[in-house]
């Protein structure tokens, strides 16, 4: 069953279900944001995956040291996200980087995810976000702390 694309306003607040990218995750880490407790965050899978390697990535160009990168992996992993991985996410993955025309699939499980089961997408990749506005509504990581 497919989700309404619109937060739940409850109050004083909205309520909503955000898919967050690699970058947006490691930066809520490295800046020590906390999301709003009313928002659920989700990914795929491939999350922890693509954590890992970007923190190691940075610790071997120096552009981190490895006790920095390992201390933000911890915040990262401490994050509450919902990881979810299955068929109907990869064959909606496959149809949405067949739509737009990418050889590989792993931007588009985010997209897909997004699409099954939250309100947005969040990214702080700006032209990721255009292109993801033509298949799944977007949020900004202001949203995120609101």
């Not at 279900?17 to 930066?27: A, E, I, K, T, Y």
């Not at 067949?98 to 969040?122: I, K, M, N, P, S």
């Not at 990749?125 to 900004?140: C, I, Y």
Request: aromatic content about 4%; some cysteine.
């Amino acid at each position: 069953m497919r989700r309404s694309c619109r937060p739940v306003a409850t109050a004083a607040r909205v309520i909503g279900r955000f898919v967050v990218d690699c970058d947006v995750v490691l930066h809520l880490a490295a800046k020590e944001l906390t999301v709003a407790p009313q928002h659920e965050l989700l990914a795929p899978t491939l999350l922890r995956s693509q954590m890992l390697s970007a923190l190691h990535e940075a610790a071997d160009a120096g552009r981190l040291t490895r006790e920095d990168a390992q201390q933000q992996l911890r915040r990262a992993r401490a994050i509450k996200i919902r990881l979810l991985g299955d068929a109907v996410l990869q064959r909606n993955a496959w149809e949405i980087a067949d739509q737009l025309g990418w050889a590989d699939t792993y931007t588009a499980e985010y997209l897909a995810l997004t699409r099954l089961q939250a309100d947005a997408f969040v990214t702080l990749d700006k032209k990721l976000a255009r292109v993801a506005q033509q298949v799944v509504p977007t949020a900004t990581v202001d949203d995120l702390l609101l």
